[in-house]
């Protein structure tokens, strides 16, 4: 894309996987549009199977984007009067041109710092909009992992779970990066325990091997009808569904799914690791595919010069800058940001 | 996807054109997200060439879908109270679970024979709207080619669009099978003339040899201000839009997407002119790669034994049923087609 | 307003009945805000009784117009993807500036003849509107009285209810001349029989007698909950609520809506059975207090000379009008048309 | 309502003041619908000619509430993607149950500490929503006075207004009290200078003086086209709109809307002066007719057991409290509480 080194802005600056690249070239013949083919069927059922009980008796659906996935998601679960709860970092709340807005609905957002809701603050919120004259609160929406790169660990996400139950909630979790979090150590448990304790979610492909596509997991059966005409609606119902299928398909066979966040987070980790061990500190714990370093503004200008990546915020005298990697992140890449760094620190 | 011998009921039954497959599996290394790639701007340009003049000034814009294209124009276009005209065929009337309604718009419908729209029907609707009682119409929805699987011919258009201008209505084109369209001996013209008439339209890439992806091509420079954050807004801007960019480059270099359009109208041809020998008659002239014989009750139910295809409505004492071919349809399952149809007969 | 003897064009030409007027005066100190006053609270009570069984349960409200009320309560009732019937006449269809798009909603319209709708024609809908790339039917709107100053018999609304209830559609009813309607001797009934078959209506205060003001009714328990805050959500919730509780106080006490639409109605009668013996035509028969007599074109004009209505459409050689009568229309009004219209016939 | 000696909880627990009633039941006869009448077309003369110029080629229309007004205001100006920038005490951001958001935008909000914006606030915003990921920016809401209670003074809001101009915003000042604001000393100078300073505004009727009803004042020609149709689609375009008319005629007709908010304002300022000679802090500074002193909690149970108001927030080991005066507060009410506080201090 250009003349530096490498790209540690995203996780989706590779095409995709080549066994997703061989599945789709490898796909010939006719087959049903609208998703009712052999490939979703299938790719289906590998996902409620790699869930496990109780998710087993989940619907999933597939849309293109991680945008697409939650104002459906949304959009489909509340009345008009109903609003979605948020932290101020929030994908939805932040990053996506007021999409939810635009089906009507308000996001409510409240402070955070790790990038985590937890009760207390939703309690907050309940204190404000206690009657007719404020939104309703019906939904709440996590990312998992956040976008500040963290993990909700289980007892985080079950405390979470249990409020929202007591107090008339449906729990959606963003998964963009589900891969990273569930196969991240400070998760530590199966994807069964994660579906478990959400209402909805959605597994995302496009940050983790696919070339598009989003899977919509639904296992709060007072959420599943109709779900397919929402999807319509909002223009995500593809006629040739079945590309994600047969992506998918290939993703979930032999957990390459996993593989691919596995090596994402190792790659992450040795890069968290060899910048601390330089002396800088992290915005925000390693967990995942992403950190937050923060450097002085003189190297990152001098980083910018070989590497592209995000500028976060000022932290101190120095900046925090995001570091992402991916499935396709090469070591030799992470071995290469790590010397340039220790040269010029 | 079942046994039956081959399925004429859509043009998206089949993945992607072998060229497209290779041009995705050959994109290798990083790229940058959200269409700012140089596949991306490769194909923008090839298509705005393709268009001429004066399109080459249009903006273009990637999304994964029709009925996605359909609502982003559409809801970008227009104000909150204004209005869309559409024929009572019209897809976003009938068959898009009302998704221009969701962003908040009405779609007002005006019978057709022929599935086209023409200024004396929309005359009608302004004698009925003309004050703040009623919504204000101010986009005007026609497909080419029409559901009915027919096409403006150029004066028809020319028409159309002159009223249009006069009247201070937008023209939007669905080309969901635009290639059929403007490869269609009832057109006659090139892309420029078209593209000259209209005000935004879309090259439907689904339907013609993509796996997926629309090309919006917004050729009136007042609508073309601030269009990607509508694209973003309505879930529609992938982080790896470079599929979509190396998709449409192998389409419009050297005119891939023309040839296949050619092969699915010649196809259509070869039904219609067989089946019309046989004594049939068409609901609606052959012009694209969709047509709708009327057969006998007992003859549609036999031939949907032995091929897929979606069933019209009644006629007379037969039933239209509809036919559709596309890059893919061999030959040989025309002529077969024709052969079990003879039989039958 | 001109210096025409008289307006036939409407009835809410006239600010309110003077026992409303009074009962706004007598109001005075202080009372609490949005509908939780003394007066809205002794309002409902009257509606209720007069409602009588089963509707004694039902929720009632007060918003300020006709248009938000039918918004409101559409989109209270509908999900995101679900859409409400009416007949192509159905005010919610052509006179609201696509309000109930504008909440989303797709408004599906069968054609009418008399303004009414039945099941027959709702069933053709469904068999068009029978998976996910269509709008999922779920509420059906009706005018008691009609737009065509038609009513609902007994045996009409019962079929459609139970139709409804059979298809799990919700019915509302449009009851901006509810008065009109269920003392028209077209319905022969009480209010409790038509409670009965409704899901929701509401009684139109702003055409009988009231400044303004709307009840609106919920009989089926699903149908309450969280009303109040669509109605905020949509604008409707006044902090000054109580006059609207004084004016249906007023209106109900001692039947005084009753009186003032048999008056309307008397009115109406009485000047439909004086153009009938002149030998007009009528184009919908006179039910309630809205008649449409054909007249010749010259005598169109030179009746709009000396009063004010609406022309609707052409009818044969000569033009449908629209004339309107009120709780306020004198009856010497009415005579000196009848006498005008004779001279000139 | 109650037992208690007076309801100090907001400024429209009176019905209206005299001379509006007065005026509505004086107006007999026939009018025109729909604010097409001679009554609304005075009270805009009225209006405007209480703006003075620039504001005499303002266009006015009637609505009948102030969540109404906002809604149809934010949403007639802006385009799908763009958003609406609030304090965080902004009516429309907390109060109103996502009315705004219903009609598809985003309210951006910004920390308050006196209830207003400024250019810096929205800077920093525009340093995060800088792109097409994020909404656009378009207009920015302003409450005159604030919902402390407090006035943007005329350097304050020719800053904010001249910020706005260069940016490319749109200022709207929500005038539910604009009364009270005008003629506080913190403003100081006329209407004219106030409306040559935004592009739309509203004169709150509802709230000095009138029994419903609100004056949107749109004095930047871009934003007047079609602003009737928005009217209308929302719901709020009344039949009988003349009502509004008669009472802004009233109202504006010798000055009686400034006689009303000076009589508020002096009541609260007499009630601030004894509360603060009691030796009470104030939560935010008397400008209007609302201030918030802060109690002990003892003190605040013991009020509320003689007058009704609302509580609003700890404050130290206190609690600040809201008190509201009206055009109809009686100078003895004031007295007593003044009395009663000090008996309890």
Redesign the interface.
Known sequence: ?NDKK??F??D?????HPQV?QA??A???????YGE??YCQAAKDLIKQRCGEPASQADVHFV?????????VI??IL???E?VVSTSLGHIY??????I???????CAVPTVDGKLDASKIDALFD?YDN?????LKAVYVSQSTELGTVYTPDELAALSAYCKNQGLYLFADGARLGSALNSRAWGLDYADFAALVDVFYIGG??NGA??GEAIVITNDELKA?F?????????????S??MG?QFQALFEDRLYDQLAQHANAMCQKLSEGITALGYKLFSPQQTNMIFPVFPTDIVSQMHALYDFYDREPVGDGFAVRLVTSWATPVEMVDQFLEDLAELS
Chains 1, 2, 3, 4 share one sequence.
């Not at 989706?12 to 995709?16: D, M, V």
């Not at 807005?101 to 996001?107: D, I, Q, S």
């Not at 929402?230 to 223009?235: A, M």
Request: hydrophobic letters at 30%; charged letters at 20%; proline letters at 0%.
């Open positions: 894309m490498h790209n802005s995203n989706y600056s590779e095409l995709a690249l789709l070239a796909a010939t013949g006719q087959f049903s549009g083919d052999v293109s984007g991680g945008t697409q996935a939650n104002l459906i959009s489909s009345r008009s009067h609003a932040t990053n996506e041109t007021g999409a807005e635009a089906t009507g609905h308000k996001v404000e007719e004259h404020h939104v309703r496009t940050k070339m598009y109709d397919r005409y929402n999807i319509k609606q909002r223009g995500a119902l593809l006629g040739k079945a590309a047969i």
